[in-house]
């Protein structure tokens, strides 16, 4: 049986992580300017969502909810999530130290893309039923 | 407010508990103006009632991270798990409440459709005006190609014509109310004060909507004479009447496959009462004078705006008559006073017409050409700000305090009275400027308060009181336009001549007939040419008060 707080904790590793992560990014078009890119790369992990009470990153976003997601650690779906978040806190560190060149950017894109994906099908399967 | 071509940008009101959206779009889609965020279902409808019909569109997020005090549908018997479900889904309660305060207006949802839960929205006219993004996150790109489409679409329903409906929802439901009894048999009973739009709406709406191949005859029935009126609308064979020296067709004959518009209807003579009950009871006419009914297919648009019941009730209108023009049928279009929210829209649909007439376009020209302007576009501008300077772009600039005196003007002459009030300022501001030499910004003509309230006040001069000894008659000034023809001036100089006399004569018919025509026996005449004019009492009697 699921346990209850898994869709609850689905819904918002879709919309909190999933779609924050990648949303500035996504929002500059197929050819972006690279500094606007890194920029935006930035504020999507960096400060994933923001509000009055202040900006939350992707990291401790993950980290919030792995606890209640724990039944999914044998699932294919996660460890493709926790392989891509292990890329997003490897990038977050070279951002947070403001060195990151077009690789790191190119990398941190891919990832967050990847954790985006992972969240929708994880999501897609669990929360749905 | 700023216009793009002849258009407002848009005003959208973003529903989010964070600012990210709304900081993107600021500096992404920079065109329209953004309100918010509204981080709650309270935010939104402060909002909303606060700029009303302002609003052209909403973006709402679907989750909503709040305190429970600010979510919609949050019970103190909540779980914690129950209060966590509906953060989630705070977005489509949101919109589940403002269907109901605001049903038409458009929301575009945050996330893509077959993100929702199943069964999350209800079906049905709700989601006519829904939209949701192509996939879950999207590009700047293609969020402002899907607000544009939705802008875009919902200003060409607006713009539909040469009638404006504004974005207030209850007139845009009286629109679609109209074009629903186009279609229908019964006949469309118009109210509403003078100006306000019936015949335009007659032609333009029921007519047009109609899906009738026929033509649009409209009859003002107050400048008919009573006794001429049933041969007028049903037709007469030679000798009926007194002068009949040929077979007439009506009317309702001419009408035939197509609308006759009946305006005044409170002057139909009790013999074209009863003749019109018969073409709406059987669907036939007669001629005056022939026994043959001969079967005429009219869509039948009435119009009035006289309380038909007092005359029902005092015996000068056929209750039989009254009973068939069906109430439900019945459409009120309102004074322009009630229609506060949409000044500059309404101000912006109105000049887009008249600089479209010839006159205004030599004008203009005029204008371009002494202050050695590029051709281009005509923008109006309201508000304070000037915006900066483009090439071919002649800036028609209403600042705020002339907005303020046209919003403060009762306009008992309604979209007629405004029409022409905005043109004259067009007009005059432009006049103003040829022949002076050129300001720091040609490229701006701007309509001063003064001037319009000049024109609010202007009316038609005093009436011809002051005797002129030497000459016998009376001074008045006269309003004409420039680029009349001469037998439109001559018109214009009669109208306003007739309603001096009759403001100069308290409205008695028998004294202006003494002065025109030396013979107080002669008012009838005087009153059909009142009428031939196209002036109503009542409307004189509306600005009087």
């Known amino acids: 049986m699921t346990d209850p707080t898994v869709p609850d904790a689905l819904d918002r590793l879709r919309h909190d992580l999933g779609k924050a992560i990648v949303r500035q990014v996504t929002w500059l078009g197929s050819d972006p300017d690279p500094d606007e890119l890194r920029e935006a790369l930035a504020a999507d992990l960096l400060a994933t969502r923001r509000s009055p009470a202040g900006a939350v990153g992707a990291v401790a976003l993950f980290d919030g909810l792995r606890p209640a997601l724990i039944s999914l650690a044998g699932d294919e779906e996660w460890r493709r999530l926790d392989d891509a978040m292990g890329e997003v806190r490897a990038v977050v560190r070279v951002l947070e130290r403001g060195a990151a060149n077009g690789d790191d950017v190119a990398r941190g894109v891919r990832a967050a893309r990847a954790v985006a994906e992972a969240c929708r099908a994880l999501h897609r399967k669990h929360a749905r039923g | ?545």
């Open chain 2, 1 to 545: 407010m700023r216009s793009t071509g002849n258009m407002p940008v848009g005003e959208i009101l973003v529903v989010d508990d964070e600012d990210r959206t709304i900081d993107l779009c600021r500096r992404a889609i920079p065109e329209h103006r953004y309100r918010g965020p509204a981080r709650s279902w309270r935010e939104v409808e402060r909002e909303l009632d606060r700029r009303g019909d302002g609003v052209d569109l909403v973006l709402l997020d679907v989750v909503f991270d709040v305190p429970a005090t600010d979510l919609l549908g949050a019970t103190e018997d909540m779980s914690k798990g129950e209060l966590e479900a509906l953060r989630r889904r705070q977005g489509i309660e949101i919109l589940g409440w403002l269907r109901r305060r605001w049903p038409e207006l458009p929301v575009v949802l945050m996330t893509s459709r077959e993100e929702l839960p199943l069964g999350a929205l209800s079906s049905g006219a709700a989601e006519e005006y829904t939209w949701f993004l192509d996939d879950d996150v999207v590009d700047a790109q293609s969020l402002r190609a899907q607000i544009d489409g939705i802008l875009g679409a919902r200003r060409g329903e607006e713009a539909d014509g040469p009638v404006y409906w504004g974005r207030s929802l209850a007139l845009r439901r009286l629109r679609r109310k109209l074009e629903v009894l186009a279609r229908g048999r019964l006949p469309v009973v118009l109210l509403g004060p003078t100006g306000s739009g019936k015949s335009l709406v007659a032609r333009h709406v029921v007519h047009a909507r109609s899906g009738r191949e026929g033509r649009f005859v409209a009859v003002d029935l107050s400048t008919i004479p009573k006794e001429l009126c049933a041969a007028h609308l049903f037709g007469a064979v030679k000798g009926a009447y007194t002068g009949s020296v040929a077979d007439r067709t009506g009317a309702f004959e001419a009408a035939h496959g197509g609308t006759l518009f009946l305006d005044e209807l409170g002057n139909l003579s009790a013999d074209a009462q009863k003749m019109l009950l018969q073409v709406l009871q059987e669907g036939t006419i007669t001629r005056l004078g022939d026994m043959k009914e001969r079967p005429v297919d009219v869509k039948l648009v009435v119009a009035t705006n006289e309380d038909l019941s007092a005359k029902v009730a005092d015996g000068a209108f056929r209750s039989d008559l009254y009973m068939r023009l069906n109430p439900a049928t019945t459409v009120t279009l309102p004074a322009l006073a009630d229609r506060a929210p949409d000044w500059e829209p309404l101000l912006t649909f109105t000049l887009a017409q008249a600089l479209a007439r010839p006159y205004l376009q030599g004008l203009v020209a005029d204008y371009r050409e002494a202050a050695k302007l590029s051709p281009g576009k005509v923008e109006v501008v309201t508000g304070a700000t000037v915006p900066a300077h483009r090439d071919g772009v002649l800036v028609l600039l209403f600042p705020e305090q002339s907005m303020r005196a046209l919003g403060q003007h009762r306009w008992p002459g309604n979209l007629r009275e405004f029409a022409m009030v905005a043109e004259n300022a067009v007009l005059f501001a432009l006049a103003e400027q040829v022949g002076l030499p050129p300001g720091e910004r040609p490229d701006v003509v701007q309509v001063r308060p003064k001037l319009v309230r000049d024109l609010l006040h202007s009316d038609v001069g005093p009436p011809p009181t002051g005797e002129d000894g030497d000459e016998g008659g009376w001074r008045m000034p006269v309003f004409v336009r420039a680029h009349d023809t001469l037998n439109k001036v001559a018109v214009d100089c009669e109208r306003q001549y007739f309603v001096a006399l009759w403001k100069a004569h308290g409205g008695d018919f028998s004294r202006m007939a003494e002065v025109l025509l030396g013979d107080s026996a002669g008012a009838r005449k005087v009153q059909l040419r009142f009428n031939q004019l196209g002036l109503k009492v009542r409307d004189l009697k509306e600005r009087a008060r």
